[in-house]
Nanobody, 120 residues
Framework: QVQLVESGGGLVQAGGSLRLSCAAS????????MGWYRQAPGKQRKLVAT???????TYTESVKGRFTISRDTAENTVYLQMNSLKPEDTAVYYC??????????????WGQGTQVTVSS
């Protein structure tokens, strides 16, 4: 089993930066990708960024050029560097670990979430 714990959220002014961390424990065997999701009040949880076991990254269009997902494999930690933050980035951010099954990536493990609030 994999346990994920997010940290690094907080309150920041528009235009500021935050770096989120996701610390993983337990066996990472079979984990093909890590992702960051976010959920704003009254909205669906949406995928923000992913990084595969091979290091490839993807981003949702609204954060491209502002957010960077990275990993430290030795420490089993995934990061989300968030720059040029906007009020619409305000959400609870969740780390997730996924596995490929017949070519479909499914996120099986989830962290508890960390609040990011961007003031206007």
């Amino acid at each position: 089993q994999v346990q994920l714990v997010e940290s690094g959220g907080g309150l920041v002014q528009a235009g500021g930066s935050l770096r989120l961390s996701c610390a993983a424990s337990g066996s990472m065997f079979g984990i093909d990708a890590m992702g960051w999701y976010r959920q704003a009040p009254g909205k669906q949880r949406k995928l923000v960024a992913t990084i595969t076991s091979g290091g490839s990254t993807t981003y949702t269009e609204s954060v491209k050029g502002r957010f960077t997902i990275s990993r430290d494999t030795a420490e089993n930690t995934v990061y989300l560097q968030m720059n040029s933050l906007k009020p619409e980035d305000t959400a609870v951010y969740y780390c997730a670990a996924g596995r490929l099954r017949l070519g479909i990536l499914t996120y099986d493990y989830w962290g508890q979430g960390t609040q990011v609030t961007v003031s206007s």
